[in-house]
C-alpha cells in the first residue's frame, strides 16, 4: 500500500454505512458502531498529487536574477515549490515571510504567486489573464480544441451558456441516488476483502469514474471499454506526476514556438501516443453515446436523466445552438476533470478522518440521525459537520494547488493589503507587464491567516460553524474558497463533485 493512502480495515458494515462504505473498523468500538478509519500508521507524503488541469508551465530553476524586481522576492525556485516532500513546505512559509504577493525563481524569468483575494478575483475575471501557450496546447493535446476549457472568449462563454443548466445545482441534486449506488459497491467491494488494510485511492478513483460514467453518460463505467478506462487512469496518473525532469522539460517547451507546441503531440513518443489515443477513445465513446441518446429520443424512448441525454434534450432549435459534436467533445475533459479531483478530494478527507477520531466519531453520529429510518431522501445540505468537513477539506487539500496565467496585456492589480517592495516601498496595487507569469497561489490563500486564523495551517472543521471564518465579501463558487477557481472559468462540475463527495 502506499505511504500516503488512508488505511483501513474492516469489520462489520452496519446498514447506514453500506451507503456510504467509507469508514472502517477499529478494535475498541468493533461491531457495534460499524467500520472505523484507523490512524494511518505509516508517515503519509501529503503531496498534492492530483489536479484537474495539468500543471505544464512549469519552470526549472532559474540562474536569471533580474535586479529590477519591484517586489519582495523569495529565495525560493521551482523544484522547492513542487517537490518537496509534502507540498508547501517552503510556500507555506514563503506566505508568512513575504506576504500574499511575492516573486520566485522560474526559467527566463521570475514568477509572480499570489494569495491576496482581492487581487486574485481580479486575475480570474479579468480578459488580460489566460492560460500560457505551453497550457493551451496541452489542454489541446489532452481534451481537444473543441473542449470547453480549450475556448476562448465569446465561443467559451457561449458553450459555457449551454452546460451550465445540467449542472446547476436541481439538475445534481437528480444525480442524488446515483452516488448513493456508487457509494454502495465500494461498501461491498470493502466488505467482500480479506485484507486488514485497503488502500482506498484505487477504490475512490474507481468510484468517481463511476459517478461521472452513469450520472453523465447514463451507462455503467464498464459500457465504455476496458481500453478507455485504463487509459484515462494512464492520463490522470502522467499529468498528476512530477519530477525535475518533467520540470525541465516544460520549462524547455514553453520556449518553443506555439505552432510547434500544437503540433508536438503527432511526434512519435510514448506519451504523445497515449494522449492521442485516449483523446481518440474519448471521442469514439462520445459519439457513440450520443448517437444512442439520439436514436432513444427519436423511438420516443424514455433516457435515464443522464446529463447528456438532459443536453441532448434541451433546446437545440436556434441557429447557435448545441450542436452534438458540442456535447461529443467534452466527453476526454469531464472525465478527466472530475475523476481523479474528486477522488483526491475524498482520500484527503479520509486522512484527516483518520487522525481525528473524536471528529469521526461526531460525524458518524451526525450522518446516524440524518439517516434514521428514510434512506432515500437524505437532507445532505442540512448537516452542519458533514458540510463543514468538506469545506475544511477543500480549503486545506486544493487538489489543484495553483494555476498558472499569463498577463496579455500590460495591468494593473488591485490587492487587499498593502504590499512592501524591497525598496521598503508600500503599494496598493501591482502593475504587471504583458507576458509576466502568475501563479493563482490556491493552497496559499486558503491557509492565510489573516483569512482564516492563526490556526490556518490546522484541521478544525468547526471553524466552519463557530462564526470564526471570514465573512465579507466572497470570492470562488463555494464557501469562499478558490478550490474551484471563480470567475468564468470557474469549475464548471463544483456542484457535482460537492455531492458526490457528500453522498459518498
Ligand atoms: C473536488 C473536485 C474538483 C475540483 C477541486 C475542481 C477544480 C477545478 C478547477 C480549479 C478548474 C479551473 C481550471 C483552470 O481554469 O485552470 C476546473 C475546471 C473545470 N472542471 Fe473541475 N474540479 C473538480 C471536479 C470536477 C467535476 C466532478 C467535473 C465534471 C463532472 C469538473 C469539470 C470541470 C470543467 C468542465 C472545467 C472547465 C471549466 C471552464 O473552462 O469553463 N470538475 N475544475
Not at 176 to 185: G, H, I, L, S, T
Request: with cysteine; charged share 20%; glycine share 6%.
Amino acid at each position: 500500500m502506499a505511504a500516503d493512502t488512508p488505511s483501513v480495515s474492516k469489520r462489520r458494515l452496519p446498514s447506514w454505512s453500506r451507503r456510504h462504505g467509507t469508514t472502517l473498523n477499529r478494535p475498541r468500538t468493533a461491531g457495534t458502531r460499524g467500520l472505523i478509519l484507523d490512524r494511518p500508521t505509516t508517515k503519509y507524503h501529503q503531496n498534492y498529487c492530483g489536479t484537474a488541469v495539468p500543471v505544464m508551465d512549469i519552470w526549472w530553476m532559474s540562474f536569471s536574477s533580474r535586479k529590477s524586481v519591484l517586489l519582495k522576492t523569495a529565495t525560493g525556485n521551482m523544484l522547492q515549490l513542487l517537490l518537496s516532500p509534502q507540498y508547501g513546505d517552503h510556500e507555506f512559509e514563503w506566505i508568512k515571510v513575504y506576504g500574499p504577493v511575492y516573486r520566485i525563481k522560474g526559467c527566463l524569468g521570475d514568477r509572480l504567486m499570489v494569495s491576496d483575494p482581492m487581487a486574485l478575483q481580479y486575475i480570474v475575471n479579468s480578459p488580460s489573464f489566460h492560460f500560457t501557450r505551453n497550457v493551451q496546447a496541452m489542454l489541446h493535446w489532452l481534451f481537444g480544441e473543441k473542449s470547453m476549457i480549450a475556448r476562448r472568449g465569446d465561443d467559451h462563454k457561449q458553450l459555457r451558456a449551454f452546460l451550465n443548466p445540467a449542472f446547476a445545482a436541481a439538475a445534481v441534486r437528480r444525480y442524488q441516488p446515483v452516488f448513493a449506488r456508487v457509494a454502495q459497491r465500494i461498501t461491498e467491494q470493502l466488505e467482500s476483502r480479506e485484507a486488514h488494510l485497503v488502500d482506498m485511492c484505487p477504490l475512490l478513483n474507481d468510484a468517481a469514474l463511476s459517478a461521472i460514467s452513469q450520472a453523465v453518460f447514463g451507462c455503467p463505467v464498464e459500457d465504455l471499454g476496458a481500453d478507455f478506462v485504463e487509459g484515462n487512469s494512464q492520463v490522470v496518473e502522467l499529468t498528476s506526476a512530477q519530477s525535475a525532469s518533467q520540470i525541465l522539460f516544460d520549462g524547455i517547451g514553453s520556449l518553443l514556438p506555439a505552432w510547434f507546441l500544437s503540433n508536438a503531440v503527432h511526434l512519435p513518443i510514448k506519451t504523445f501516443s497515449l494522449l492521442r489515443t485516449q483523446l481518440h477513445l474519448a471521442n469514439r465513446e462520445g459519439w457513440r453515446l450520443v448517437r444512442e441518446k439520439s436514436e432513444a429520443a427519436k423511438q420516443g424512448l424514455e433516457t435515464d436523466g443522464d446529463l447528456y441525454s438532459v443536453l441532448l434534450n434541451s433546446d437545440r432549435s436556434a441557429s447557435r445552438a448545441l450542436r452534438e459534436e458540442d456535447i461529443v467533445a467534452q466527453t476526454a475533459l469531464i472525465t478527466i476533470a472530475g475523476q481523479d479531483t474528486s477522488a483526491k478530494t475524498l482520500s484527503f478527507g479520509l486522512i484527516e478522518l483518520a487522525k481525528n477520531p473524536q471528529f469521526q466519531e461526531s460525524l458518524r453520529t451526525e450522518i446516524h440521525a440524518a439517516f434514521g429510518t428514510d434512506h432515500e431522501n437524505i437532507p445532505y445540505d442540512s448537516m452542519p459537520l458533514l458540510n463543514a468537513f468538506i469545506k475544511e477539506i477543500l480549503r486545506l487539500y486544493p487538489v489543484v494547488a495553483y494555476i498558472d496565467r499569463v498577463a496579455l496585456e500590460d495591468v494593473v492589480i488591485p490587492v487587499s493589503e498593502s504590499i512592501v517592495t524591497t525598496a521598503g516601498k508600500r503599494l496598493n496595487q501591482i502593475h504587471i507587464r504583458k507576458g509576466e507569469l502568475v501563479s493563482i497561489a490556491i493552497a496559499s490563500y486558503q491557509r492565510m491567516a489573516s483569512r482564516w486564523g492563526d490556526d490556518a495551517d490546522k484541521f478544525r472543521p468547526t471553524r466552519w460553524l463557530d462564526g470564526t471564518v471570514y465573512q465579507g465579501e466572497a470570492v470562488g463558487p463555494y464557501a469562499n474558497l478558490f478550490s474551484f477557481l471563480g470567475g468564468p472559468r470557474t469549475c464548471l462540475g463544483w456542484r457535482f463533485a460537492s455531492v458526490f463527495i457528500s453522498v459518498s
